[in-house]
């Protein structure tokens, strides 16, 4: 018996407590990395004249920037949990919810601070923002997830796993052309996410 339950977990697709920790490993070399970024740019800028310092008070930024973060996750919270209520008592699966409503409820904070940042021409905020926060969601969420709980992962969530894959290159490769994604390449990218969620809408 023991042995039949040992070869079923063999067979699941399981992100198990062990590759947790690989990935949470990984976070660690990341925020490594990020640490030497920032003090070589903060090293570089510092002979520098370009840097304009800020009229406001330290602590008045640190409290927007708090007060900014909370406003966001709270309303994020809200929207999901309407949503997913709404969505549940219409019938749609907990698969279906999690891919759409859940997913573009959590990325509300990504989205308001990347078309923020857009606005002010502060580009490498937008980039970075987004990439970031997927690093940091499967190295670290992930990982922490994982590690309290070994994943079950089912098969169709390989597929969207590839689709992810897909277009993270493919925003490589936009980002590769003069630096920038532009407007074509942005209505693509959305444009093709939309066919994403009929297709899921219509496989659930």
């Not at 969505?87 to 279906?96: I, K, P």
Request: proline fraction near 2%; hydrophobic fraction near 50%; glycine fraction near 8%.
């Amino acid at each position: 018996m023991i042995a039949d339950k040992s070869l079923q977990e063999l067979n699941e697709n399981i992100v198990s407590r062990a590759d947790g920790l690989i990935l949470f490993l990984f976070f660690l070399i990341f925020l490594y990395y990020l640490f030497e970024i920032a003090l070589n740019s903060r090293e570089n800028l510092s002979g520098e004249n370009e840097l304009t310092p800020d009229s406001k008070p330290m602590g008045l930024n640190v409290f927007y920037a708090v007060g900014g973060m909370v406003g966001i996750i709270l309303g994020a919270n809200l929207v999901v949990k309407g949503s997913t209520s709404i969505a549940l008592q219409l019938g749609m699966s907990e698969t279906l919810v999690g891919l759409t409503i859940i997913a573009f409820g959590t990325s509300l904070p990504e989205l308001i601070t990347s078309i923020t940042a857009a606005l002010k021409k502060e580009s490498e905020i937008a980039i970075g923002n987004i990439v970031g926060s997927n690093i940091f969601n499967i190295l670290f969420i992930l990982s922490i997830s994982s590690v309290i709980t070994p994943l079950t992962v089912e098969d169709k969530y390989l597929f969207d796993a590839i689709i992810m894959i897909i277009y993270t290159l493919i925003l490589f490769f936009f980002s590769l052309t003069h630096h920038r994604v532009n407007r074509v390449e942005g209505i693509i990218l959305s444009a093709s996410y939309i066919g994403y969620v009929g297709y899921i809408i219509l496989r659930n």
